[in-house]
């Protein structure tokens, strides 16, 4: 009973997700291909959101759901993380077709071939635990 909260907002999440057609496999070619502005306005709201979330939360010194201060600390301005990072990610979701929200999205959508690119998904980020400490951070 403790996390009811959290699996209504993710049955509200994919709701929206399948609504908006952010999960949708040809949504994600087109906007890798340049040919729509769909996926490009749903990435953009969410950004402009973020950023008013977090302007939000530091103005108003909000907490989290335990009473414990939100804080953001700084992070390395590296560019070349950022680039590796981005590029394993972007190569990902260009050839699984999905990110990893619609990726679970799609599996409750019953496309069990999804649960290939879960099991790739979890064995990735088992391997960045591995590896962690010797990447540039």
């Not at 009811?4 to 509200?12: A, D, N, Q």
């Not at 560019?79 to 999205?105: D, E, H």
């Amino acid at each position: 009973m403790k996390f009811i909260k959290f699996l209504i907002v993710g049955i509200v999440f994919g709701i929206v997700m399948a609504k908006s057609e952010a999960l949708s496999w040809y949504r994600i070619q087109e906007m890798f291909r340049f040919q729509s502005f769909h996926m490009y306005g749903i990435i953009g709201t969410a950004v402009t959101l973020g950023i008013i979330g977090v302007a939000l939360i530091k103005r108003f010194k909000l907490r989290d759901i335990d009473g414990n201060p939100i804080l953001f600390t700084p992070k390395d301005k590296s560019v070349k993380r950022y680039l590796f990072g981005g590029t394993i990610f972007g190569l990902g979701w260009a050839l699984s077709g999905a990110c990893p929200g619609p990726m679970v999205v799609n599996i409750g959508y019953g496309f069990v071939t999804f649960l290939v690119v879960l099991a790739f998904a979890v064995i990735g980020t088992y391997l960045y635990g591995v590896f962690q400490k010797k990447l540039p951070h």
